[in-house]
């Protein structure tokens, strides 16, 4: 069975902006979405063009372990609306990636996976690292936050010499949401070969596929859609 591609996302989503087939969101804005999204990230853009300066921030700062939003920038400019959107009142949010697969607090998940792909002869199916958690019930809201992780798990497999990655999301957003991401996994893939180099220098980052249970175009970025 052919592996979907980005390619094929953007013309569902185009199809579907033509149809006017829409769901309405919460906010009441027009929504375009597809349940059970499941394709090859093989372009690091759904529509728009990804920032790479901002990229760049978002990851440094993902790096850092800062859950506040405004450690993104700095003194520089304010974050992001979406990210304001998410936080509380102090900026405050629980989706630094970083955070959740480097720190101790969430049991080292970035090396625990490293062992693993290093201990198993590439056979493993457990190299997962965990993102989203049962108690996300009880903080996401907590201290007027909104901020439910969007991203469930990632799993990694050794073939053929290569690092391959399944991510699965909960909700992703086509426009800002899956460059970002998409830049992310890269990111984190790259520093998985880098880390496991002493032993394996042919092993090279290979595909993502990206799961997605809710993947979406916000009726403001439907003039992308194209």
Request: aromatic share 14%; glycine share 8%.
């Amino acid at each position: 069975m052919r592996q979907l591609t980005v390619s094929d996302i953007r013309k569902f989503f185009i199809g579907e902006l033509n149809d006017e087939s829409y769901t309405t969101d919460k906010t009441g804005q027009k929504t375009i979405e597809l349940l059970g999204a499941s394709f090859l990230a093989d372009e690091p853009a759904i529509f728009g063009t990804p920032n790479q300066e901002y990229i760049d921030r978002e990851i440094d700062w993902y790096c850092s372990g800062s859950t506040n939003i405004n450690d993104i920038y700095g003194d520089e400019r304010e974050p992001p609306e979406a990210w304001k959107y998410a936080a509380n009142k102090h900026g405050e949010i629980n989706s630094n990636y970083g955070r959740l697969i480097f720190d101790d607090i969430y049991y080292r998940q970035y090396e625990n996976v490293l062992c693993e792909l290093a201990d198993t002869n590439d056979t493993t199916r457990r190299a997962t690292m965990v993102y989203n958690r049962p108690s996300i019930w009880a903080e996401y809201q907590d201290g007027s936050k909104n901020d439910f992780i969007c991203t469930n798990a990632v799993t990694y497999y050794i073939r053929n010499g290569e690092l391959q990655a399944v991510v699965q999301m909960r909700s992703n957003d086509v426009v800002f949401g899956y460059k970002n991401d998409y830049a992310w996994q890269r990111y984190v893939m790259g520093l998985i070969c880098q880390d496991l180099g002493g032993g394996r220098d042919t092993l090279k980052p290979g595909n993502l596929i990206w799961q997605v249970q809710n993947l979406h175009v916000y009726e403001r970025h439907f003039h992308l859609v194209k």
